[in-house]
């Protein structure tokens, strides 16, 4: 089982590399993975990738893949090539999509011997409220039930798991079993702000919830201390395993 240090995320949500280098070198002790997003990867390219590889960390590149089967199974091999230790794609993007990705990290994995990344399903992002999904998106379900269907079909399609808020959780779980991971963002302890998140739990519930990683950017990076916010964020975690 994964300890609480593993499972815990950090999204490098920075423009430069040097900021990126920098909270990777104090953090990289206390935390599992570190997330490179659109942000600093439009920024930076892939040489950021590489760099926290090389400086130790492992990476979840959050670039969220959405395209046609074939456009989406070509970045795939691409991003599989950079020894990320797992990326993700919408769930939205359907089935045929989601098989090509996973085919493709497959597929790469085994030509270039490098170790096989998980591919992970963007379900409902956790910026998006009840009335979002149903007036401005014209979907006319609950968000659990619309995330499971997602979850669901990712399974479905060979993906290793789904992004999804900590309140769909339980739900997720019911559906996919126990093997399927689980990432959360929307990760907020008690003392820091939800900020734009509108679905949120904080560590401790999240890790009892079930998740298998959780994402935490600003109540650790926009911290005056980053490294005492990580161990705080973790000793919260390690109660709720």
């Known amino acids: 089982m994964l300890t609480a240090k593993e499972r815990l995320i950090v999204a490098l949500d920075v423009d430069t590399m040097y900021e990126a280098e920098t909270l990777v070198s104090r953090l990289q002790d206390y935390v599992g993975v570190f997330k490179v997003g659109m942000q600093l990867f439009n920024s930076e390219g892939p040489d950021v990738v590489k760099r926290i590889n090389n400086l130790g960390g492992k990476v979840f590149l959050d670039l969220k893949l959405h395209d046609i089967p074939n456009t989406v199974g070509q970045a795939a091999a691409v991003l599989t090539r950079y020894r990320v230790l797992m990326y993700n794609v919408h769930t939205a993007g359907g089935s045929e999509m989601m098989k090509a990705a996973a085919a493709a990290a497959a597929k790469e994995s085994l030509a270039s011997g490098i170790p096989r990344p998980l591919v992970i399903g963007v379900t409902v992002l956790t910026s998006i409220n009840q009335v979002i999904l149903e007036k401005e998106m014209g979907i006319p379900v609950s968000i659990e039930e619309q995330v499971v269907r997602w979850a669901k ?68 990076t926009g911290q005056a201390d980053p490294v005492e916010a990580a161990k705080r964020i973790v000793d919260e975690m390690e109660e709720g395993l």
């Open 153 to 220: 079909l990712a399974k479905e399609s060979d993906l290793n798991g789904v992004v999804a808020s900590p309140k769909e959780i339980e739900a997720i779980r019911a559906g996919c079993g126990q093997d399927f991971i689980i990432v959360t963002p929307g990760v907020r302890p008690i003392w820091a702000a939800a900020n734009d998140q509108k679905r949120v739990m904080t560590p401790k519930e999240a890790v009892e919830a079930g998740a298998s990683y959780l994402v935490v950017g600003r109540p650790i």
